[in-house]
Every structure is written in C-alpha cells, then in structure tokens.
C-alpha cells in the first residue's frame, strides 16, 4: 500500500525559512513527478511546485525565487525548501506523488504558518 509521509511544517516569523519532505513508500510503480500543493482556509488548493523524474520543475509564480524544489529518487522523496515566507504562504501544504500506472496520491497535509 503507498504511503505519503510528510514532515516540516510549524510557526515561522515572516522572512523565515522552513523545509518540507515528503517519502514516498509501498509502491513498485516508478514515480513521474512530485510535487507540492496548498490550501488555504476558504480557498481552493493550488499548486506551488513540481519536479518530474527528470528533474524539470515549475513553480507557482508568486513563490518563484523564495521556493526550492528538489527530490532524491533513490529515496523517493520530495523537498521544499521555503525562504523569505510571507503571512500569505500560510496554509496546510499536501504532497502529490503522480506514479505510472496508478492514480496520483497526496499526503496527509502539514500546517505552515506564518506569522506578520
């Protein structure tokens, strides 16, 4: 059975940094592309970044040049490394695992808040 796990989020001052990760496990399939998303209360969850296996990313704008994303596939694992957050980066953020020949899967969500 795959399991998302995702670590990283908390509490952080405007103009802090925080790191994501996300493991991926249980699955024989092999993974196209990971990424990340976000929800805010009240608000639909978009994309913030994606990485496929061949290490091509995109970003969602407002978060280009503070975001970094990044992946270990021999891990199976998904980072984001969030710098210079602004109260508008708060929200519960959601791993997204695309495998071939399986339907996508998301982790179970972690809070980030941060505070003005």
């Known amino acids: 059975q795959v399991q998302l796990v995702e670590s990283g989020g908390g509490l952080v001052q405007a103009g802090g940094s925080l790191r994501l990760s996300c493991a991926a496990s249980?699955?024989?399939?092999?993974?196209?592309?990971m990424g990340w998303y976000r929800q805010a209360p009240g608000k639909q969850r978009d994309l913030v970044a994606v990485?496929?296996?061949?290490?091509?990313?995109n970003y969602k704008d407002s978060v280009k040049g503070r975001f970094t994303i990044s992946r270990d596939n021999a891990k199976n694992t998904v980072y984001l490394e969030m710098n210079s957050l602004k109260p508008e980066d708060t929200a519960v953020y959601f791993c997204?695992?695309?495998?071939?020949?399986?339907?996508?899967?998301w982790g179970q969500g972690t809070q980030v808040t941060v505070s003005a």
């Open positions: 990485i496929t296996s061949g290490g091509v990313t």
């Open positions: 997204n695992v695309v495998f071939i020949g399986l339907p996508p899967r």
């Open positions: 249980g699955s024989r399939f092999n993974i196209r592309a």
